[in-house]
């Protein structure tokens, strides 16, 4: 079990059953047939989506209203910026692999303070995987510490790309000499780095806070690094919560990572 501080105790406890609660219902329509809408072309919103969120934010904002709320599926209306701290969540990240029954989705829920997670949950409840951080408490899979992989630079790299971008921003090619794997969360792929499963993961498309605030926590805390391709630090909860570009890994292969894809034209 994590043994975060006292400042932040509470609010763990409250995110933790709030996550656990919201797990059976996600997994009530797991790759099953149920109405969807498309936001975009490529990020669809199902029924799934919309009840899990709305079980966050009832746990969640009945107990902290003086928080700020930031969710995929919530309207943003700005309230958040006056806020100490600020609910960031996603209720279902990866909705095109579990509308197709694929475990690689997660529930990804962050608390931030002024402008970084202290608060990180990422939940994959098809896998019964559980990922928590906590601001100087390191970073837990099941309530058993995890750490980030020691797998140095000029080692063989074991990296994590989504589908999309592996098919379409030639991942196999920036990275021939090393091993590049595909799962679609972006959430899920910053817990997998958290846990050692693997060196490195990135993003060369845009990303929302939602995306990885909860699993920025989650790399940092178990000793990696996470940055924008440019190595600027990724900094959440602001007017426009989105990040051009992302890299999460074990810090030893960071700025290996982030020279092969920092000239990427995205």
């Known amino acids: 079990m994590i043994n975060c501080s006292k400042i932040y105790k509470n609010d763990l406890a409250l995110v933790l059953d709030a996550v656990k609660k919201s797990g059976p219902v996600a997994l009530a329509r797991f790759g099953k047939k149920q109405k969807i809408w498309q936001k975009?072309?490529?990020h669809p919103v199902c029924e799934a989506d919309r009840e899990v969120n709305t079980v966050l934010k009832e746990c969640l904002t009945n107990q902290r209203p003086s928080y700020g709320w930031l969710s995929e599926e919530t309207r943003d209306n700005g309230s958040r910026l006056r806020c100490q701290r600020t609910w960031i969540v996603d209720p279902i990240d990866g909705t095109s692999s579990y509308l197709k029954g694929i475990a690689e989705f997660a529930i990804s829920v962050a608390l931030v303070e002024a402008g970084r997670p202290v608060i990180g949950v990422v939940f994959n409840p098809a896998n019964n995987e559980l990922y928590v951080a906590c601001l100087g408490s390191g970073t837990t899979l099941n309530g058993e510490t995890i750490k980030?992989?020691?797998?140095?630079?000029?080692?063989?790299?074991?990296?994590?790309?989504?589908?999309?971008?592996?098919?379409?921003?030639?991942?196999?090619?920036?990275?021939?000499?090393?091993k590049v794997s595909v799962v679609s969360s972006?959430?899920?792929?910053?817990?997998?780095?958290?846990?050692?499963?693997?060196?490195?993961?990135?993003?060369?498309?845009?990303?929302?806070?939602?995306?990885?605030?909860?699993?920025?926590?989650?790399?940092?805390?178990a000793?990696?690094?996470?940055?924008?391709?440019?190595?600027?630090?990724?900094?959440?909860?602001?007017?426009?919560?989105?990040?051009?570009?992302?890299?999460?890994?074990?810090?030893?292969?960071?700025?290996?990572?982030i020279q092969k894809l920092k000239n990427f034209h995205y």
């Not at 909860?237 to 990572?257: D, E, Q, S, Y």
Request: glycine share 6%; net charge negative.
């Open 148 to 178: 980030v992989t020691k797998t140095n630079s000029d080692a063989t790299l074991s990296i994590l790309s989504s589908r999309s971008e592996n098919q379409e921003s030639g991942w196999p090619d920036l990275f021939s000499e090393d």
């Open 186 to 221: 972006i959430a899920y792929k910053f817990a997998l780095v958290a846990a050692g499963q693997f060196d490195a993961t990135a993003s060369v498309w845009p990303k929302n806070d939602w995306d990885i605030c909860a699993g920025h926590l989650l790399v940092q805390e």
């Open 223 to 257: 000793g990696g690094t996470v940055s924008s391709l440019n190595g600027s630090p990724l900094t959440y909860n602001c007017k426009v919560p989105r990040h051009l570009t992302c890299a999460a890994t074990n810090g030893k292969v960071h700025n290996t990572v």
């Open 40 to 42: 975009t072309e490529m």
